[in-house]
Every structure is written in structure tokens, then in C-alpha cells.
């Protein structure tokens, strides 16, 4: 249902000509998501920008893209801006929504556009668009059906996927502390696993760190086995909800049907403490030292900031463990088979060179091709008064997509 439509004339950053729009889409499980379409006159081409968490209506891209001469579909999902029910399986039903409603609008081409997060989903969405009906996934991690099998998901003509990292749960194996020695309390330290003391090789800010590598050895294990943990106790949750359910079945009371509508949510503390935001000689790149939430890892760690700080059972198994999650791009990268163009910035701080060397290497696509542009993860200039790794990447995107698509 389109709520309204009219011409775009925010601080010049679109050219007045464009003719914008603003839709409400039903996904097939009856859920209602959002989004912006932006036409210039007589585009024919449209790139989609969607991530499962952020709002990406004003994303920079967005005037430049329209300047070259494609429409741009921006999208929320319905865990936009919050993230605590967030379950990947759902997402891409959100996405095949705003799929088929492009398709109707009469466009040569789509093109998806997936930066950081949305390059995951992305790519999980094509990976399972691909597949016949009865082969998609059936049920999340945390067993609640997908209804995967009953969607239409049509797929893009093209695939740009720019940063993106290796997907939420990955993402988050790399940062979790694993020197949490109580989940109750944020402030319980195993010394022996603490990245940010000095005997294990940790420096004082802005001083690079010098970790060994049999520190790194015992902390990545250690960072997986808390996130198996974390599993577990994210599967006896979800065991206890099924029983109440199954009970309530057999005995209509209220006391069950309490016992299983009562939510159970996963706090998770310390997840930025990944040692190659402050150890820059590990996969050494042209980032600066911290990590995408600032300066001092050794300090955000312990406060409210951080990727999946609280998060109900299933939403923690499909996006936030990397252990259980399908949401991984390595996993879905072989069944991404459209023109792909994969663009690396050198100054990424949540995929780092060896990430993205992975990432290449299982895209499965026959026509792929690769850009590497000075910037920081989200766009960013490196360096002041340098062109932002936006600018850059939008140069590269344009270039390719006018060697494969129609562009106005």
C-alpha cells in the first residue's frame, strides 16, 4: 500500500526531479514491514538496500546512486532499530516481500546492495531463493518453522555486496570476551583469558597490543566455548516454553499458558573484545585501532554498547551464535550465483583482509568481481580530508553496474 508520494527535496542530497514513495508490504507470515522507493526519470534498473537491524533510508549511497541513474529501494525489516526478537529466517520473508513488490513495479533489473549486516542477509536470501521451495531451511535453530517453503522469493538480476562481514553470529565470535567468568556478572574476569591485561599481552591505548600466539589459541577456543554455553542455555529455555506449550494443549489452564507465553531473555555482557582491533599486527590492514563501537575496546566492553547485549532464545541461536546460526555468509556464499561485485574497504574493522579473502573464495557467482577502496567500514574516510570510502565504493558500483545493467 503506498502511504504517499511526491518529490524529494531534502538539502539538495537528491536531485529534485526524483519521485519518491513510501510503501507498506504484508510478508507471507503476515508480518508488516516498510519501505522508501526513489525513481529518477526512466530508470529502469533498482538497487535494494536492506539490513536485518539498521535503518537504511538515508544511507549515503542512496544520492549517489540516484545521480547515476538507477532507482533505490530502501527497506526495513521488522526488527529495524531493535533487535531482541530478531530471528534471520524471518528477516528473509521480509525481503521477498519487498522482492515481489519491485517485480510488480515493472523494472528491468533488481540489484541487491548489502553492506555489513545486510551483506549476510543478502546472501542468505539468494542462497535460499535459489533453492526449490521443498529444499529451503524449515525450521530456525531454535525449531520454530520458517515458512520458507510457501514464500515467493523471487531472485535479483545482481548482487553488490560492500564490507560485509562474515554474519552476525561469526561476527560476534570473534568480540565475546571470553574471560567471562559468570554470565550473572559483568565484571568476572579468568585472568589467564583477559585480553585487556598486560600480562597477556595487552598495551595501553593507543599503543598497538602483542598477543602470542598461544594466548590467541586458548582465547578463540575459549570465545567458542562461551557461545556454546550461551546455546545451551538458549535450548533449555526454549525446551521449558515448548513443555508449558504442550501442556496448555492438554490442560487449557492459565497458570500453563502464563508458564509459556513468559519471556526468557539472554543478557550477553563484554561482546567487543576482539584482539585484532587492538593487536594491528594480526591481519594487518589500514584500519585504525579500536573497533566499530570507538576508541577503547578495553573500556566499551564493560558498558551498555554491544552486538547482542539482550536477545530472547531464538533470536540468539539464528543470528547471534555463531555456532547455531545459518545466517553465515561462507555457509550461503556457494549458492550466490547472480553477477556479483564484492567490494572491500581497507580500513574495516568487522571484516578483516583474511574475512574477506573467505568470503571471495566461496562465492559461487560465475561473473564475480572485486574492488578494494580506501575507508573505514561504514564509509568513512580514512584519513581527513581523503574521499570517503563511500565516494569510492559508489564509483566502482556504478561502473559495474552500467556494464550489466540499464541505467537512466
Same mark, same amino acid.
Given at each position: 500500500?503506498?502511504?504517499?508520494?511526491?518529490?524529494?527535496?531534502?538539502?539538495?542530497?537528491?536531485?529534485?526531479?526524483?519521485?519518491?514513495?513510501?510503501?507498506?508490504?504484508?510478508?507471507?507470515?503476515?508480518?508488516?514491514?516498510?519501505?522508501?522507493?526513489?525513481?529518477?526519470?526512466?530508470?529502469?534498473?533498482?538497487?535494494?538496500?536492506?539490513?536485518?537491524?539498521?535503518? %537504511?533510508?538515508?544511507?549515503?549511497?542512496?544520492?549517489?546512486?540516484?545521480?547515476?541513474? /538507477?532507482?533505490?529501494?530502501?527497506?526495513? &525489516?521488522?526488527?529495524?532499530?531493535?533487535?531482541?526478537?530478531?530471528?534471520?529466517?524471518?528477516?528473509?520473508?521480509?525481503?521477498?516481500?519487498?522482492?515481489?513488490?519491485?517485480?510488480?513495479?515493472?523494472?528491468?533489473?533488481?540489484?541487491?546492495?548489502?553492506?555489513?549486516?545486510?551483506?549476510?542477509?543478502?546472501? =542468505?536470501?539468494?542462497?535460499?531463493?535459489?533453492?526449490?521451495?521443498?529444499?529451503?531451511?524449515?525450521?530456525?535453530?531454535?525449531?520454530?518453522?520458517?515458512?520458507?517453503?510457501?514464500?515467493?522469493?523471487?531472485?535479483? +538480476?545482481?548482487?553488490?555486496?560492500?564490507?560485509?562481514?562474515?554474519?552476525?553470529?561469526?561476527?560476534?565470535?570473534?568480540?565475546?570476551?571470553?574471560?567471562?567468568?559468570?554470565?550473572?556478572?559483568?565484571?568476572?574476569?579468568?585472568?589467564?583469558?583477559?585480553?585487556?591485561?598486560?600480562?597477556?599481552?595487552? /598495551?595501553?591505548?593507543? #599503543?598497538?597490543?602483542?598477543?602470542?600466539?598461544?594466548?590467541?589459541?586458548?582465547?578463540?577456543?575459549?570465545?567458542?566455548?562461551?557461545?556454546?554455553?550461551?546455546?545451551?542455555?538458549?535450548?533449555?529455555?526454549? /525446551?521449558?516454553?515448548?513443555?508449558?506449550?504442550?501442556?496448555?494443549?492438554?490442560?487449557?489452564?492459565?497458570?500453563?499458558?502464563? #508458564?509459556?507465553?513468559?519471556?526468557?531473555?539472554?543478557?550477553?555482557?563484554?561482546?567487543?573484545?576482539?584482539?585484532?582491533?587492538?593487536?594491528?599486527?594480526?591481519?594487518?590492514?589500514?584500519?585504525?585501532?579500536? $573497533?566499530?563501537?570507538?576508541?577503547?575496546?578495553?573500556?566499551?566492553?564493560?558498558?551498555?554498547?554491544?552486538?547482542?547485549?539482550?536477545?530472547?532464545?531464538?533470536?540468539?541461536? $539464528? &543470528?547471534? $551464535?555463531?555456532?547455531?546460526?545459518?545466517?553465515?555468509?561462507?555457509?550461503?556464499?556457494?549458492?550466490? &550465483?547472480?553477477?556479483?561485485?564484492?567490494?572491500?574497504?581497507?580500513?574495516?574493522?568487522?571484516?578483516?583482509?583474511? +574475512?574477506?579473502?573467505?568470503?571471495?573464495?566461496?562465492?559461487?557467482?560465475? +561473473?564475480?568481481?572485486?574492488? &578494494?577502496?580506501?575507508?573505514?567500514? =561504514?564509509?568513512?574516510?580514512?584519513?581527513?580530508?581523503?574521499?570517503?570510502?563511500?565516494?569510492?565504493? /559508489?564509483?566502482?558500483? %556504478?561502473?559495474?553496474?552500467?556494464?550489466?545493467?540499464?541505467?537512466?
Amino acid at each position: 500500500m503506498s502511504l504517499g508520494a511526491g518529490r524529494y527535496l531534502a538539502a539538495g542530497e537528491r536531485p529534485p526531479e526524483v519521485v519518491t514513495s513510501v510503501h507498506e508490504l504484508t510478508t507471507a507470515d503476515g508480518a508488516t514491514v516498510r519501505g522508501v522507493l526513489a525513481v529518477p526519470p526512466g530508470a529502469r534498473t533498482v538497487v535494494c538496500l536492506t539490513h536485518p537491524r539498521q535503518d %537504511v533510508t538515508h544511507h549515503p549511497l542512496v544520492p549517489l546512486l540516484l545521480q547515476a541513474g /538507477a532507482a533505490v529501494w530502501t527497506q526495513h &525489516t521488522r526488527s529495524v532499530n531493535n533487535d531482541l526478537t530478531l530471528v534471520h529466517e524471518q528477516a528473509l520473508l521480509d525481503v521477498a516481500a519487498g522482492q515481489e513488490f519491485l517485480r510488480g513495479r515493472g523494472f528491468a533489473s533488481i540489484v541487491l546492495l548489502g553492506h555489513s549486516g545486510g551483506g549476510t542477509l543478502f546472501a =542468505f536470501y539468494l542462497e535460499q531463493a535459489a533453492l526449490p521451495p521443498g529444499a529451503r531451511i524449515a525450521a530456525t535453530p531454535g525449531g520454530r518453522p520458517t515458512k520458507l517453503a510457501d514464500a515467493r522469493m523471487p531472485l535479483a +538480476d545482481g548482487v553488490v555486496f560492500l564490507a560485509p562481514h562474515p554474519g552476525q553470529g561469526k561476527l560476534l565470535l570473534s568480540c565475546i570476551d571470553p574471560s567471562v567468568a559468570d554470565e550473572a556478572d559483568p565484571l568476572s574476569v579468568v585472568p589467564e583469558l583477559n585480553a585487556y591485561d598486560p600480562a597477556n599481552g595487552f /598495551a595501553e591505548p593507543p #599503543r598497538s597490543s602483542a598477543y602470542s600466539a598461544e594466548f590467541l589459541t586458548r582465547y578463540r577456543a575459549a570465545q567458542r566455548d562461551r557461545v556454546a554455553r550461551i546455546d545451551a542455555v538458549a535450548r533449555e529455555h526454549l /525446551a521449558r516454553a515448548a513443555e508449558a506449550r504442550s501442556a496448555f494443549k492438554a490442560s487449557g489452564s492459565a497458570p500453563d499458558r502464563r #508458564r509459556s507465553l513468559a519471556p526468557k531473555i539472554i543478557t550477553v555482557f563484554r561482546t567487543d573484545a576482539d584482539p585484532r582491533t587492538v593487536d594491528l599486527a594480526l591481519d594487518p590492514s589500514e584500519r585504525p585501532y579500536g $573497533s566499530l563501537f570507538g576508541k577503547r575496546p578495553d573500556l566499551i566492553n564493560y558498558g551498555q554498547v554491544g552486538f547482542g547485549r539482550l536477545t530472547t532464545p531464538e533470536a540468539w541461536l $539464528s &543470528t547471534w $551464535s555463531g555456532l547455531s546460526s545459518n545466517a553465515v555468509f561462507v555457509r550461503c556464499a556457494p549458492g550466490v &550465483t547472480t553477477p556479483t561485485l564484492f567490494v572491500e574497504l581497507t580500513g574495516d574493522q568487522a571484516a578483516f583482509p583474511a +574475512d574477506a579473502r573467505r568470503m571471495i573464495d566461496a562465492l559461487g557467482a560465475d +561473473d564475480l568481481t572485486t574492488a &578494494t577502496v580506501r575507508g573505514l567500514h =561504514f564509509g568513512g574516510a580514512i584519513a581527513e580530508g581523503e574521499p570517503t570510502g563511500n565516494e569510492l565504493a /559508489a564509483a566502482e558500483i %556504478v561502473t559495474w553496474l552500467g556494464k550489466r545493467f540499464e541505467l537512466a
